[in-house]
């Protein structure tokens, strides 16, 4: 299951960059439109030293008549120097499989390595799992699971209002399409309130609570 996508933007409908969300922990509920609530992610903001540091841990579980019929658990770690990606550090254990990978930023490139093995990426790529709108619209990202480079274009979609907890959240919406096909909504901090995504044509949603 490629549960995996990160957008870095210019929210294009304001003109300007968005504000550096805040430190500190926010929680997503994962719903598959079939099977309901599968799981949970929490993302942790941090600021070092004028670098952002954003910390992601995940857990999902999808249950068919008692029995796990897919289990994922993962945790990346993004560290940003204002809107490039400068370091990356991800482990997925997929159905009790290991997937780790790398990424650094070295000189005008982006070296990852995964499973999919080692690549020099162009300095802009960033990694697929939504984050930040930090920067302008990319076209080139890397898979958290396998490191393999990826290749997709990003609409704006205008604005929207999402419930998220017992509030009410103007978000930016983007689309992207090509090798990523995936929906993703930003708050005016620049922090993403919800990330759609479709898996064997149903839609599986993370929405902060």
């Known amino acids: ?42 993302v942790t903001v941090r600021h070092e030293d004028g670098r952002l540091v954003v910390e992601h841990q995940a857990h999902l579980r999808v249950e068919l008549l008692g029995i796990t ?81 990826l290749e997709a274009s990003v609409r704006p979609a205008g604005r929207e209002w999402l419930k998220l907890g017992d509030q009410s959240v103007a978000a930016d919406k983007y689309e992207v399409r090509g090798e990523l096909e995936q929906t993703v909504w930003y708050d005016a901090t620049g922090l993403f309130a919800q990330w759609r995504l479709w898996r064997q044509g149903a839609a599986i949603t993370l929405t902060r609570e």
């Open 1 to 42: 299951m490629r549960i995996a996508f990160c957008l870095v933007l210019l929210l294009a409908s304001g003109g300007a960059l968005a504000a550096e969300p805040a430190a500190g922990s926010y929680h997503y509920r994962i719903r598959h439109a079939l099977f309901g609530d599968i799981g949970a992610h929490q």
């Open 69 to 149: 019929a897919h289990e994922r658990r993962s945790q990346y770690r993004e560290v940003w120097q204002g809107d490039r990606l400068v370091a990356f550090d991800g482990l997925t254990v997929d159905n009790g499989e290991r997937f780790e990978i790398m990424a650094r930023a070295e000189g005008d490139h982006l070296v990852v390595e995964g499973a999919a093995g080692r690549s020099l990426a162009p300095a802009a790529t960033v990694p697929s799992q939504p984050s930040l709108a930090l920067g302008t619209p990319r076209s080139r990202f890397f898979d958290i699971k396998t490191g393999e480079l």
